[in-house]
């Protein structure tokens, strides 16, 4: 059974760092590209990321609204995902979710920007 | 970026109602499409698949469809734990963008 479990979030100043983990389990990690997804308060989802696998040269894409500020990483080894976040806004505040190619979801883990 | 237009935005329907929710695409984007269900403090919840294809153990009083730029989600008879959100998302381009959602709730 695939397990995803997001960890980190928290309440954060704006314009600090905060960084997530997707621990996964369930399936052969690093053969998946994975994503993270995020849900203001009382809005709809919206695309953050991906990371593909290694065969796909791990690249990275990002939203525009977060590119240069995010970065997700992986570590296969440990079958984890990560999303570093800097320079933190208010409107980065919501529930932040892990998915195994939009398939699977995590039960999301949440971050808070606020003085 | 690919706009989703969904319609409705919200919807009142009765237990044993067929039920039809479209999503508009502002481009082609194919067969790469989803559909999901949230429900209050849940995650979204994969159903339907590139347009028509069921995830593995939903019901299948739901059913979608379409092609291109449009496509449809349907809930052929309507149970009460279908009380919930729905969402189309298109995968085609980068980013991957979500219509605003489908709020079905009971009348």
């Known amino acids: 059974e695939v397990q995803l479990v997001e960890s980190g979030g928290g309440l954060v100043q704006p314009g600090r760092s905060l960084r997530l983990s997707c621990a996964a389990s369930?399936?052969?990690?690093?053969?998946?590209?994975m994503t993270w997804v995020r849900q203001a308060p009382g809005k709809g989802p919206e695309w953050v990321g991906l990371?593909?696998?290694?065969?796909?040269?791990?690249?990275?894409e990002y939203v525009a609204s977060v590119k240069g500020r995010f970065t997700i990483s992986r570590d296969d080894s440990k079958s984890i995902v990560y999303l570093q976040m800097n320079s933190l806004r208010s409107e980065d505040t919501g529930v932040y979710y892990c998915?195994?190619?939009?398939?699977?979801w995590g039960k999301g883990t949440t971050v808070t920007v606020s003085s | 970026d690919i706009q989703m237009t969904q319609s409705p935005s919200s919807l009142s329907a009765s237990v044993g109602d067929r039920v039809t929710i479209t999503c508009q695409a502002s481009q082609h984007i194919g067969t790469y499409l989803n559909w999901y269900q949230q429900k209050p403090g849940k995650a979204p919840k994969l159903l339907i698949y590139?347009?028509?294809n069921l995830k593995t153990g939903v019901p299948s009083r739901f059913s979608g469809g379409g092609s291109g730029t449009h496509f449809t989600f349907t809930i052929s008879s309507l149970q009460p734990e279908d009380i919930a959100t729905y969402y189309c998302q298109q995968y085609d381009n980068l980013p991957y963008t979500f219509g605003q959602g489908t709020k079905l709730d009971s009348k």
């Open positions: 369930g399936f052969s990690f690093g053969d998946y590209a």
């Open positions: 590139d347009v028509f």
């Open positions: 998915t195994l190619m939009d398939r699977e």
């Open positions: 990371i593909r696998n290694n065969a796909y040269g791990g690249t990275t």
